[in-house]
């Protein structure tokens, strides 16, 4: 397996359509990040959700995620399930974002993703953030589409089952879903870990990167 480590990482920003979102797609990452360095700083977003249970769900969540990081949290109240008809207000949201920190790493949705709100937020992110690392997060749905990534974080041990707890434990107003479970997020760790060589891993898609390997 190849592995190229990133260096300096001081600043991140991760976004997320949807309330839990960004807790499912790269929660061990930021979990891994947050504890390798403390006081690293993350600037969050979301979409929708803000206002009511869904943002105090959020804000605890990614506290947990983001242990000892200078987290900074917006969340909006776009009506869930109908971005592509709030794409000014989306883009005009990911473009504050963007005008208050110089990222090292982005963790967004992926570009394919079926769900249409994960879908417009992956295409803006682009448009904002045009010389960062982007990493596309996935996240398992009916819709199976579910593709083959690019790019693996391990998760060492126990940090795949404190994710799974952490998410149980934040959101409970998704444990009525048929999906939302601790064998379908174990699961699909597992399958990514197989994949590079480990227990457990997180998946992205990387669509565009320079690397830098010396002169």
Request: proline share 5%; with cysteine.
């Amino acid at each position: 397996m190849i592995r190229l480590g990133h260096g300096r990482l001081e600043r991140v920003v991760a976004v997320g359509a949807h309330c839990d979102d960004i807790a499912i797609g790269a929660g061990g990452t930021l979990l891994t990040m947050c504890l390798a360095r403390p006081g690293l700083r993350v600037d969050a977003l979301v979409l929708t959700g803000g206002g009511g249970e869904r943002e105090r769900e959020e804000r605890a969540a990614l506290g947990a995620f983001c242990p000892g990081a200078d987290l900074r949290l917006d969340v909006h109240k776009l009506p869930d399930g109908r971005l592509p008809a709030r794409w000014e207000e989306a883009k005009g949201a990911v473009e504050e974002l963007r005008a208050r920190t110089e990222p090292d790493l982005v963790l967004a949705p992926r570009a394919d993703d079926a769900h249409q709100d994960h879908r417009v937020l992956a295409k803006l992110v682009p448009t904002a953030f045009r010389d960062h690392l982007v990493l596309g997060y996935e996240i398992a749905k009916w819709d199976g589409d579910l593709a083959r990534p690019t790019a693996y974080q391990p998760l060492a041990d126990g940090r795949a089952e404190r994710k799974v707890r952490l998410l149980q434990e934040h959101y409970p107003s998704q444990r009525h879903r048929p999906w939302y479970d601790r064998e379908a997020f174990l699961g699909l760790a597992r399958i990514r870990g197989i994949e590079c060589h480990a227990r457990y891993a997180e998946a992205f898609h990387v669509t565009k990167l320079t690397l830098d390997l010396g002169d």
